[in-house]
């Protein structure tokens, strides 16, 4: 198994422009998170999902747009690049046990955004 | 709105030493408290987890004291070893059935050899 799998590494956007993190997961987990990380302010989350067809807003979801499609994809949409989205970007994803609880939440290795 | 406060942000201990990595939290409704290591350019990864119905949890040289009344958790490290130099996060989360972590701002520690 590969885990969770992040792609790009690493990028360099100009103001306004838009692209899209690709994550993908192959532990048939039904959770999916996109979380953001800057210096100093731990982790935040930004989208998550339940399962394919149904996501969710979490703490600072504004300029970010999700879509899964897939039990196994989970892809984040920037439109509209601004400077205050550069920061380092971790997907993860967790199975909900058989208590009702998930498990723990696995997490990709990040992709490394600057907007100039 | 930080939910979950972590102290200290940095840490330099020696080897053999005990490091120590306290958390405070808000939310009473947190009932999932779980530690994750994140060495430079990795993701976070889960070292131990504890959940309010017991007050410690050891495995191997980490252990979780929790205590619920103070509504504080904290991670030992015992025996701290050159390796274990990385940056700590705490985190909660609600019964939701689904993992909305709530990171604390991490603790970057370095165990001097």
């Known amino acids: 198994n590969a885990g969770v799998t992040q792609t790009p590494k690493f990028r360099i956007l100009k103001i306004g422009q838009s692209m899209t993190l690709q994550c993908a997961q192959d532990?048939?987990?039904?959770?999916m998170y996109w979380y953001r990380q800057d210096p100093g302010m731990g982790l935040k989350l930004i989208y998550y999902s339940v399962g394919a067809g149904i996501t969710d807003k979490g703490e600072v979801p504004n300029g970010y747009n999700v879509s899964r499609s897939t039990t196994e994809d989970f892809p984040l949409r920037l439109e509209l690049a601004a400077p205050s989205q550069t920061s380092v970007y971790f997907c993860?994803?967790?199975?909900?046990?058989?208590?009702?609880?998930?498990?723990?939440?696995?997490f990709g290795q990040g992709t490394r955004l600057t907007v100039v | 709105q930080q939910q979950v406060k972590q102290s200290p942000q940095s840490l330099i201990v020696q080897k053999g030493g005990i490091s120590i990595i306290n958390c405070a939290y808000e939310n009473t409704a947190f009932d999932y408290f779980p530690w994750y290591q994140q060495f430079p350019g990795k993701g976070p990864a889960l070292l131990i987890a504890?959940?309010?119905?017991?007050s410690e949890k050891k495995e191997g040289r980490f252990t979780i004291s929790f205590n619920k009344s103070a509504k504080q958790f904290s991670l030992h490290i015992m025996d701290s070893q050159p390796g274990d130099s990385a940056t700590y996060f705490c985190?909660?989360?609600?019964?939701?059935?689904?993992?909305?972590?709530?990171f604390g701002t991490g603790t970057r520690l370095l165990v001097s050899p």
């Open positions: 993860a994803s967790s199975l909900q046990g058989t208590d009702g609880r998930d498990t723990e939440a696995f």
């Open positions: 985190a909660a989360s609600t019964p939701a059935g689904f993992q909305k972590l709530v």
């Open positions: 532990m048939n987990h039904n959770y």
């Open positions: 504890i959940r309010p119905d017991v």
